[in-house]
């Protein structure tokens, strides 16, 4: 007879708190399309601050003058197919 005993591990705090969250990690060229009202553009600016990194991505969406800066978390990557 074969037991499997699985030991609990402590878990931090830090990472409790984003195990819901998606992270995804944006590089300047990514196509992404905003989640509300599904404009698309391009990421120019990925802030490397550590206030900002992985919160604040900087975007020019199609038709813009100037880049904005919008949450990284309401907007998602656009997979471009090649043919």
Do not use: W
């Not at 490397?48 to 880049?67: K, M, N, Q, T, Y």
């Amino acid at each position: 007879m074969l037991v499997i005993v699985q030991k609990n591990k402590p878990v931090s705090a830090s990472h409790r708190e984003t195990m819901g969250l998606m992270f995804t990690n944006f590089r300047v060229g990514d196509c992404v399309e905003d989640k509300e009202t599904h404009k698309r553009g391009y990421v120019t600016f990925v802030y490397s601050e550590l206030e900002r990194r992985g919160e604040i991505i900087e975007v020019l969406f199609d038709g813009g003058d100037e880049a904005v800066d919008v949450p990284a978390d309401s907007v998602r990557k656009v997979v471009r197919r090649q043919s």
